[in-house]
Every structure is written in C-alpha cells, then in structure tokens.
C-alpha cells in the first residue's frame, strides 16, 4: 500500500476544501472515511482499505506549499467526470481530458489534471496502458 498523501489547509479553506474533495472525488467512489472532533484532520479514501488522502489544517503561521496529488480512476469515463464536476466546483484547468504519458508510470495513459481551490495539483489518472493508438478509434 502506498503511503497516503497529506495535504495541508489553511484554517479558514477547510470547510471550502473537503466539500470540494467530497465532490470531485465522488465519481471515483472516495468518500470521507475519518476526521477527528474539531475537523482539523479528514480522510478520504475508496473504502476498501484506509484513507489514501487527508486534509490536514496547517497550524497558525506553519509555511506549506502546494502538493501534487495522482489518484487512481477506473476508467476514461471517470477521468472525465471528475474533470467536469471539478471545473463546475471552481476548480482551474491544467490539463483537460487527454492521452499523455505518465512519467511515473512509464507509459501512454488517460489522465486529467485541476488546480484546487488551496492551489493544489490533483491529478486523475486511468492506468491502463494505451500504447496501441488503434483503441481510440
């Protein structure tokens, strides 16, 4: 299992933050798994296993930069809702709904990438390999 991604709020986005990522990451069957009493710490993950991504608030005056965040999509069909319910909650465009290659991957894959609301980089990615262009036609 890969270690989960933290990524760090400002107090006053929080509220804003996790009905953003409750939102966009619904078409992947995340939903919100845990968050402690005061809400300054909510998981979200796909229920099978433990949380794979938290939204943590960032303590008065802590210095935090934006994260890159990949997540795992089924299929292109959820690539592209996640993409075109993020942009309908605000979110800007980095990279539409496209064929690219993935670095990390090593391969040609299906992904989409928005600018959260905090200036985060979330990424959607379909890891099935396309290397034979003849599935797109």
Known sequence: MNEPTRVWVSPS??????????????????????????????????????????????ADGQEFSSEYIAIDAKDREEVRAFYNIAIQQGAQEKSKPNLGSVRALGQRCYTAAVIDPEGNELAVIDGTPYDDLRQWL
């Open 13 to 58: 986005g929080m509220a804003r933050m996790k009905e953003f990522y409750r939102t966009v990451l619904a078409p992947l069957d995340y939903k919100e798994m845990v968050h402690n009493d005061d809400n300054t710490l909510i998981g979200f993950g796909d229920g099978d296993h433990l949380p794979s991504l938290y939204l943590k608030i960032a």
